[in-house]
């Protein structure tokens, strides 16, 4: 029984460890190229004072949100 929990477990962490990966390629090609202008749609906040600046990009995450849920219903939909 304890073989079956440690393989479950190594492919749990196998699974993490690639989808970080992922995402860390994502951030370090999104530095470089602005991908279908997310990063810098209308509604995004930015402040730039003198000697701070700041930006939230509240829409960006919600295009995105939206976009991965539509994905994750359409998988579930066709899993059925």
């Keep these: 029984m304890e073989v079956n929990v440690s393989l479950q477990v190594g492919k749990f962490l196998v699974i993490v460890g690639v989808v970080l990966v992922a995402a860390g390629l994502l951030l370090m090609a999104g530095a470089k190229f602005n991908f279908w202008g997310l990063g810098s749609l209308p ?3 930015a402040y730039k004072g003198k000697n701070v600046s700041f930006y939230f990009p509240i829409v960006t995450c919600l295009v ?3 976009g991965l849920t539509l994905l994750f ?3 579930s939909l066709f899993r059925r």
Excluded: C, N
Aim: net charge negative; aromatic share 12%; glycine share 12%.
């Design 43 to 45: 509604g995004d906040v």
């Design 73 to 75: 219903w359409l998988i």
């Design 64 to 66: 995105v949100s939206a």
